[in-house]
């Protein structure tokens, strides 16, 4: 297999590197949950290791590839190729990743932060193929979102584009991981649908959920009795209230044409999207509205992987 | 003087035909109010009339001229040159504007929205020279807003982008002209600013204020007295604060570099911009505020003029 790309996914639950060709076809791949005493050499040395393994499971030789591209769970400084921090992860502050893995692989490397690469990841490979105005928004225990305006990544002056997840919608909730009040992400990420219910469930709202020892109930929980549970139905709802809330005001600024969600708590579906559409509906222009399409992302966990192979062919063509 | 440009402005409250140097040297202009009861075929022999009279002031052939640009008081379906609709003039639904210019005039012409061209004109010619991502508001009778992204104006699917105007900032706020409830327009516009300030003055606010009729309370009457009069000074604290909230979305959204306010409100100055600011950095992720600049935009009534300019010499170097 001519032409194929390495691409490696360093993220705060899992480490991926996979084999992909250039039509996004997973050639091999392996999957380590992410140990999170690991220093950045040895996160780095473990993914080589796995692209060694993965090369071998799918009959590719190193000389066969012709780029890398990487996704990473954090920000990303990316005309510099440097990682900013990581939020669950020590020691990646301005690391110079994609210089590191360059040099040791002699390939085009493109570093780009989760988000971002997963945005690209479906208007590539999946949902959003052929769309050129795309908001992806991932949901899991951080709200973060990815654009991409005229085909391109939208990453802004600082590459700090797509911090949908700090935007304010209720002045009066709790305080959000990054000190602020009342953010999307205090509001609609796993963690938070996790914790209005235990909230609920303390305060002795009848439900299901109550089966579940609190330390162990999470979003999945929520989710999956959505349907059968009144309570469970109401916190679904309350957050996809949120996120439609967020959603609206970005698709009122940018007028995409699909807006594409992902991460855990996308697993939900129709018990998220429904308030999603319902709140965006109310909150947008309505021309903006008329060919918007509001779906859940086809790659799942493998957005951000196979978003980095489509990066690294764009920089590979370049040159 | 060649390479000029003719710039057309149809507003709603007035109408503008200039000639422009390509350095955005203003180098004749004539500026009517805007008759509400003309229909679009009238306004159109107006301005060309008006054109002919700003040639001959400014010493300047028609085939002097390398293209028009106009800039319109409503939404533009940009890649077809049409009018959608004007909210302040009837009869410009789906009107060809483009086309109908370019074939009595023989000249390359682009049409874009008066946001938009605003945001081009600030980054051309005015505020933002230099910088690659801007946001440009428009705060006047409404909010409107244009962008910058990658040097180029965003607009989105269906031309529709920059609505932050109609974004929700008040889920208890009034009723916005669009029939949402709570947009920043209905909050923080000119309008919204008068209604708020007589709404006070009704309820027996002591206040300066107290000494215009209410029928002829205007939003410039508020700002004017800010700095000394304690309602007053409040209600642009509240306005700023809504606007500096929705720019903080954006910001997140975005990571522009700059933040340019325009329109009749931005007049107001430090009055305004002080609440913008402390509420930005206030919903704003860190690094995102870093080299980020709030400014009042330094073409006023011009901008959108400018702006207009700037697109037709794009659209005359591509030929």
């Not at 050129?132 to 951080?142: A, D, E, F, K, N």
């Not at 005001?249 to 594409?260: D, K």
């Not at 998220?272 to 965006?280: M, S």
Request: a negative charge; aromatic letters at 2%; one cysteine or more.
């Amino acid at each position: 297999m001519a032409g194929a790309v390495l691409a490696l996914d360093i993220g705060g639950t899992k480490l991926a590197a996979a084999v992909v060709s250039p039509a996004g076809q997973v050639l091999a791949e392996g999957v380590v949950p992410t140990d999170p005493s690991c220093c950045p050499p040895e996160i780095i040395e473990l993914l080589f290791a796995m692209s060694e393994q993965a090369l071998e499971a799918g009959g590719i030789r190193w000389r066969d590839l012709v780029a890398v591209g990487v996704s990473f769970g954090g920000p990303v400084d990316f005309p510099a190729g440097r990682t900013v921090t990581c939020h669950h992860l020590p020691g990646w502050e301005g690391l110079p990743l994609r210089d590191l893995i360059a040099e040791r692989t002699g390939l085009p490397t493109m570093v780009d932060n989760d988000a971002n690469a997963a945005a690209l990841g479906e208007v590539t490979f999946g949902a959003a193929r052929g769309c050129q105005h795309v908001l992806y928004l991932t949901v899991s225990t951080g709200i973060g979102a990815g654009l991409v305006l005229n085909g391109q990544i939208h990453r802004g002056a600082n590459s700090m584009a797509g911090e949908l997840g700090h935007t304010l919608v209720a002045p009066d909730g709790p305080r959000c991981t990054c000190g602020r009040i009342g953010c999307l992400e205090a509001m609609a990420s796993g963690p938070a649908i996790a914790r209005a219910a235990g909230e609920a469930l303390a305060a002795g709202a009848p439900s299901a959920l109550q089966a579940i020892p609190p330390s162990q109930l999470t979003a999945r929980h929520v989710s999956e009795l959505a349907n059968a549970d009144a309570l469970a139905a109401r916190i679904m709802q309350e957050a996809g209230e949120y996120l439609g809330q967020a959603i609206a005001g970005a698709v009122n600024l940018l007028n995409p044409q699909m807006v594409v969600i992902g991460g855990g708590v996308s697993q939900a579906g129709e018990v998220l999207l429904r308030p999603v559409r319902a709140a965006v509906r109310r909150h947008t222009v309505p021309q903006s509205l008329r060919d918007l399409r509001i779906v859940i992302g086809q790659l799942g966990q493998r957005a951000g992987l196979l978003g980095a192979v489509a990066l690294a062919l764009q920089e590979a063509a370049s040159r």
